[in-house]
């Protein structure tokens, strides 16, 4: 029989804890998603070629072949003349192929309704895998520069496969800098980001929550004072060095103290990573800031400490593994809901 009872013994610590942001276009509330996709070292595969009737426009969303090919979801098709398309659906021993919006040879742009690829243009499949353990991701041209620290979960083989990003990366770089990959990347693979930048030099990081309560006292309460919670004030107060070249306190700074930039939205994600293929905690939704104090004694680091208001429904709480679910009633030990 149970001699104790059998609770975890780990307590939540703020290792592993990030704290991430991206600049809000001006009038939204919702963050620019990117999409950034795996360019692996090539090995052709030849025998492809477009129908001898069936020229191919800028714009089109679907292919038609000479022949019926295999090819999974994410192939790369490489043509003669210059122009690359990608499958949106796998290909079983089909000459129909579903794929992204052909772009037009001259403008690069999916648009204008001309000719993009001519009529019985011969093609190449162009496949290969980025190995485990790799130190450098060849991408496809990234649209949105990234920063050190960037979480990207690549779909391999089902499995999203996390890399991390260890140094900038500009706008159309096609190599990124990352950690060791822990799995194999495929050529073809994408992942999904809003392009943050870290606050690099956070010491502490703290969400709060402050219900509105309203007097709903009646004469059937007596004496006795009722409330009623009517909604709820959500921030996020935290404190950073100033640290040298990095981008995020920059930002921050000169949203507190340039007046073109005072109204100006932030979507912030702070992030405690719980383990491997455990889901983190994570508090994330567009901000304004409403306190920012700097604090420079003599002989010591500049800090800075801010204040964040989470904006009305732009608000998500992802509660981590082995949390009880008040929505459902359900509980699930850490660890068993991977």
């Known amino acids: 029989m149970p001699t104790a009872i059998d609770y975890p013994v780990k307590k939540r610590t703020s290792v ?55 090819l999974p979801n994410r192939a790369k098709i490489a043509f003669a003349n210059g122009v690359n398309v990608r499958l949106t659906s796998a290909a079983a021993a089909s000459a129909t192929l579903a794929v992204e919006p052909v772009k037009d040879p001259l403008t690069g742009e999916p648009t204008g309704g001309g000719t993009a690829i001519p009529a019985s243009t011969a093609g190449v499949y162009n496949h290969g895998t980025i190995a485990a353990g790799s130190e450098y991701l060849s991408i496809e041209p990234l649209p949105q520069a990234i920063f050190p620290g960037e979480e990207l979960f690549f779909d391999a083989a089902g499995d999203n496969v996390k890399v991390t990003v260890a140094t900038y990366a500009p706008i159309g770089a096609t190599v990124l800098e990352i950690l060791p990959s822990p799995a194999d990347i495929d050529d073809g693979d994408i992942a999904s980001t809003f392009a943050t930048i870290a606050i690099a030099g956070a010491t502490d990081a703290s969400p709060a929550s402050q219900p509105k309560v309203v007097d709903a006292t009646t004469f059937a309460d007596g004496a006795g004072y009722a409330g009623l919670v009517t909604g709820t004030n959500r921030t996020l107060n935290f404190t950073f060095q100033d640290v040298e070249g990095d981008p995020g306190s920059s930002i921050l700074k000169q949203m507190l103290y340039i007046d073109q930039n005072f109204d100006r939205e932030i979507y912030a994600i702070l992030r405690r990573n719980a383990g491997f293929k455990i889901q983190p905690e994570q508090y994330e939704g567009a901000c304004i800031m409403t306190q920012g104090d700097q604090s420079s004694p003599v002989q010591d680091i500049v800090s800075i400490t801010a204040n964040l208001q989470f904006q009305g429904g732009s608000f998500r709480y992802t509660p981590t593994d082995g949390d009880y679910n008040l929505l459902t009633g359900e509980y699930v030990p850490p660890g068993l809901a991977v």
């Open 16 to 70: 592993l804890t990030t704290l991430r942001f991206q600049l809000l276009p001006p009038n939204s509330r919702v963050p620019t998603t990117y999409t950034i996709t795996a360019e692996a070292a090539q090995t052709p595969v030849t025998g492809i070629a477009l129908d001898s009737g069936a020229p191919v426009l800028a714009g089109a969303t679907s292919v038609t072949l000479s022949a019926p090919v295999t």
